[in-house]
């Protein structure tokens, strides 16, 4: 009750904040900025602008500074003095990191900011102590239709059960509900992923899904996860844990999207992408010579990806679409390259190469085994899950001719790439990224 009281203080604040006022000049300024109007005061001392502004709280000007001829600033009065800021403008008007399309919605925001933390600045101190992230009785209702929902779709198929969420009732619901009934889903593969805050601008009043706390200010009053929507202060982010569950709604592809968060946004263990393949590839393909090695018409490969972003795990990739297998497995090694954090990711990459390094064969063996430990579990998971398919590939090594070596050299740049993008690295890197594959082909009962 204290929280929500709180909350409609703040509200009631931003409410009563100061309105700007803008102090024209009463001359016609020469030189004066295309993208400023008659606020321009030219070029004036501090002590010229507090005398203009004196008495009058929430009246601005701008005025070029006197000690740097071109450089701008913002006189603003608030709490009975003149506050000074360096102005600039880039297309937009910003004197942080905030943008704003007008001088007057710039100084609306900056009244309400200031008048906020003068009037509850010990309150907004406390903010992120005692999160209602963990507790949100206030949803409890919608947490339980939700998990209900999900209950009765569990055994459709996955596309179909995340797609379900989509009825407008659902749709309502904030992106914390879904997080907490997805949790208690007992078919929920709980692969921890970090929240992909931007800053967003909020229509309307806002309240932040962390501390349950008014978001205040005029644009970009707080973040939003682009991958589940959660809304928050950008001060509480910093604090909200690495449990981000994408919305099926806001994935709108499956090539090039993030491997962990594809496979939390339909609930599955791996990439659909690399189930459907490696299924059809075993079922009517290990045994074709080159497989892997041997390139598919690339305008068919792009169909199958086409497919796969349009269709999900409907897409048909079948025999009698795609008669030839090296079809669907040049489009495997498409949706490996295209991962925008490869399934070896970024910050083991030295680590593999380093132990690959090492020259006695049991050493390098555990070198590389701790390694993966390290990996994302969904980056893990489907790297053990592509081991062992490409193991059963080089038990047929007789009529495919593809032994361990020769998927290192295919598989190697394809599922690991330096961080920075350097030629002269991937050259240098080449032999040690296929023996890494090699390894993993060859010991991937003993590494996984």
């Known amino acids: 009750m204290i929280c929500t009281f709180l909350c409609l203080t703040v509200y009631q604040l931003q409410q009563e904040a100061p309105r700007p006022k803008r102090i024209i000049c009463p001359r016609e300024v020469e030189n004066r900025p295309k993208y400023y109007g008659r606020e321009f005061h030219g070029i004036i001392s501090r002590e010229q602008a507090d005398e203009i502004l004196a008495g009058v709280e929430g009246a601005y000007i701008l005025r070029e500074s006197q000690r740097q001829p071109g450089c701008y600033t913002l006189a603003l009065r608030f709490g009975n003095q003149t506050l000074n800021y360096r102005l600039f403008y880039d297309g937009k008007h910003f004197v942080g990191e905030k943008r704003f399309e007008s001088i007057h919605d710039l100084v609306t925001d900056g009244l309400i900011t200031l008048y906020i933390e003068t009037k509850a600045s010990e309150y907004i101190s406390k903010m992120t102590t005692n999160p209602i992230y963990e507790h949100i009785g206030y949803a409890t209702l919608l947490r339980e239709k939700v998990s209900r929902r999900l209950s009765r779709t569990k055994n459709e198929s996955r596309k179909a059960s995340v797609t379900s969420e989509e009825n407008t009732s659902v749709e309502k619901i904030t992106s914390l509900v879904r997080r907490a009934a997805l949790t208690q889903n007992d078919n929920h593969f709980n692969y921890e992923k970090a929240h992909n805050f931007k800053v967003h601008t909020f229509r309307g009043p806002h309240w932040c899904e962390y501390c349950a706390n008014f978001m205040w200010g005029l644009i970009a009053q707080g973040v939003r996860c682009s991958d589940c929507g959660l809304n928050v202060h950008k001060q509480c982010s910093k604090y909200v844990p690495n449990d981000c569950q994408p919305d099926l709604k806001r994935i709108k592809r499956v090539y090039c999207c993030d491997l962990t968060t594809l496979v939390k946004a339909h609930n599955t263990q791996r990439p659909m992408v690399v189930d459907s393949c490696i299924r059809e590839i075993e079922a009517r393909g290990l045994k074709s010579e080159g497989l892997y090695r041997v390139s598919g018409f690339t305008e068919h490969i792009e169909d199958v ?7 999900g795990d409907k897409a048909d990739i079948s025999a009698s679409i795609y008669p030839d297998i090296n079809i669907i497995a040049g489009a495997l090694k498409l949706y490996f390259r295209d991962l925008p954090i490869p399934v070896i990711t970024y910050d083991t990459y030295s680590k593999f190469i380093e ?37 059963k590939v080089t038990l047929h090594e007789k009529e495919n001719f593809m ?18 993008d350097s030629t002269l690295a991937t050259l240098n890197d080449m032999r040690y990224q296929k023996l890494i594959v090699q390894i993993l082909i060859e010991n991937e009962d003993v590494l996984f």
């Open 403 to 420: 032994n361990a070596e020769n998927l290192g050299i295919v598989f190697g740049p394809t599922l690991m790439r330096p961080p920075e």
């Open 305 to 311: 990806k086409m497919a796969f972003d349009r269709d």
């Open 355 to 391: 132990a690959a390094k090492i020259s006695n064969p049991d050493e390098r063996l555990e070198a590389i085994h701790e390694v993966l430990m390290l990996l994302p579990a969904a980056h893990y998971e489907t790297l053990r899950y592509l081991m062992i398919h490409l193991k």
